[in-house]
């Protein structure tokens, strides 16, 4: 394992359209693939505000913009607000299986009927089953799968990443038919509980950012800690 994370070596890439933000460019800077990660490493990078994706790790490195801001919550201080106890109470009829694979058909298209109902026009989309196994891959030994039943039927993904000191919330997917569930905010308020369970402090959400509506939302789960000048700080 890399001793010291000044010993990393790392790469940018060039300028592109960002996914979130209309009109803007980023840059992403990524740890070199053929660096020898195992979850100790990966743990100290998640502390540090970076992300999975597949078996990149990576944070954006945009030289004028810093909206995006990795998120945590604290578990142990949180409380659900009345609007997640509905949301509790509304999926408590629902079983979780832990599996360590979702490489199986219903998985696949539960995926694909998500992208094509709720990202139609980003990066993932049209789904492609190469991609989508890429993407949310077991790495490192870390990487758990979380299903959502109503009885036989799958009505939702969780893909989880147990690192040091949390969970991470790598990617939910879920049926959009059953929109009145709120089957995404269940999911982080399961994954909650689940960390708390494990006796681990935090639940790493990914990137709050302000003015993308789809990045926003995290900051509805309080307090939250956001990484900020190289340092967690708490919101209330």
């Not at 490489?103 to 139609?120: C, E, G, P, T, V």
Request: overall charge neutral.
């Amino acid at each position: 394992m890399t001793s010291s994370l000044r010993d990393l070596k790392v790469y940018t890439t060039y300028p592109h359209a960002c996914s979130y933000l209309q009109d803007r460019e980023a840059v992403t800077l990524f740890v070199d693939p053929g660096t020898q990660m195992d979850a100790q490493l990966y743990s100290r990078l998640s502390r540090l505000g970076f992300r999975r994706s597949g078996g990149h790790v990576y944070r954006p490195y945009c030289n004028d913009c810093r909206a995006c801001i990795p998120a945590r919550i604290p578990v142990a201080d949180f409380q659900p607000n009345r609007s997640q106890r509905r949301t509790l109470r509304r999926n408590a009829d629902l079983s979780v299986k832990i599996c360590d694979s979702i490489s199986d058909d219903a998985a696949f298209h539960l995926y694909q009927r998500y992208i094509h109902a709720r990202h139609s026009d980003g990066d993932m989309y049209p789904p492609d089953r190469e991609q989508y196994e890429s993407f949310l891959s077991n790495e490192w030994g870390v990487t758990r799968y979380y299903r959502f039943h109503d009885g036989n039927e799958l009505l939702g993904i969780a893909v989880v990443d147990e690192v040091e000191d949390g969970l991470s919330a790598i990617y939910t997917f879920f049926e959009p038919e059953q929109a009145n569930r709120g089957l995404g905010k269940f999911a982080i308020l399961w994954q909650i509980e689940a960390a708390r369970e494990l006796g681990l402090p935090y639940l790493y959400l990914g990137y709050y950012i302000r003015d993308c509506a789809k990045m926003a939302y995290k900051l509805e789960y309080r307090p939250v800690e956001l990484y900020i000048d190289q340092r967690w700080s708490t919101l209330l």
